[in-house]
């Protein structure tokens, strides 16, 4: 079953700006992952924030979580295309193994 | 390591016939994840295993699925009588015990049944 949902389904900007992309789950969390997929390409991992976390920093990346409204954003700062791709947040089942994907955001960066 | 390999990349079948899929995990990864990936649905958990042992099947969408992970370095997804909904990429993924809980995914198997 899937329980992330991400928002919105796509997103076009241009290089240089930030990319914000919010994703919403249904049951309680040990923890979010965040993926990115390339087109014709497996997912990669990018970040992963901790039920008792509030924000995390990765390189040009912010995750936030709010567990109060069951919800998490990406930022990606200062954009560049080759950030085209779509990115999926994870939602852990109990085991914190098994992973619940949405069904992404995909983020178009235009030169 | 070269990452998780899946084979074939690519596969064209016809209805009835049986689909084997393979998937070689990252040396010394413990778990080992089937997905399928539509349009309509997304991605979604088929199975997963640690050291070799199914823990849950619970996505499997039908018998004409099965999965085994005979050893530490080798899964098969078996689809037989294949159908034209079964049409997907299926993913292979693995991940290390241990609280990082990141999964590694290999480059996937679009399967196109006719």
């Known amino acids: 079953s899937q329980q992330g949902e991400e928002d919105p389904q796509a997103l076009s900007i241009q290089e240089g700006e930030n990319a914000t992309m919010n994703c919403s789950y249904k049951?309680?969390?040990?923890?979010l992952q965040w993926y990115r997929q390339n087109s014709g390409r497996g997912l990669v991992h990018l970040i992963l924030i901790r039920s008792n976390e509030r924000e995390k920093h990765s390189g040009r990346l912010r995750v936030t979580l709010d567990t109060s409204k069951k919800s998490s954003s990406l930022l990606i700062t200062a954009s560049r295309a080759a950030d085209t791709a779509s990115y999926f947040c994870a939602t852990d089942q109990n085991s914190g193994y098994a992973l619940n994907f949405g069904k992404g955001t995909s983020l178009l960066v235009t030169p | 390591d070269a990452g998780v390999i899946q084979s074939p990349r690519h596969e064209v079948t016809e209805m009835g016939q049986e689909v084997t899929l393979r998937c070689k995990p990252i040396?010394?990864?413990?778990?080992l994840f089937w997905y399928r990936q539509t349009m309509m649905r997304g991605l979604e958990l088929l199975i997963y295993?640690?050291?070799?042992?199914?823990?849950?099947d619970s996505g499997m969408p039908e018998d004409r699925f099965s999965a085994k992970m005979p050893n530490a370095s080798f899964s098969t997804l078996k689809i037989q009588p294949s159908e034209p909904r079964d049409s997907a990429v299926y993913f292979c993924?693995?991940?290390?015990?241990?609280?990082?809980?990141?999964?590694?995914f290999g480059p996937g198997t679009r399967l196109t049944v006719t």
């Open positions: 049951t309680s969390i040990n923890n």
């Open positions: 993924a693995s991940s290390p015990s241990g609280l990082s809980y990141e999964q590694y």
């Open positions: 040396s010394g990864h413990d778990y």
């Open positions: 295993f640690n050291n070799n042992v199914p823990i849950d």
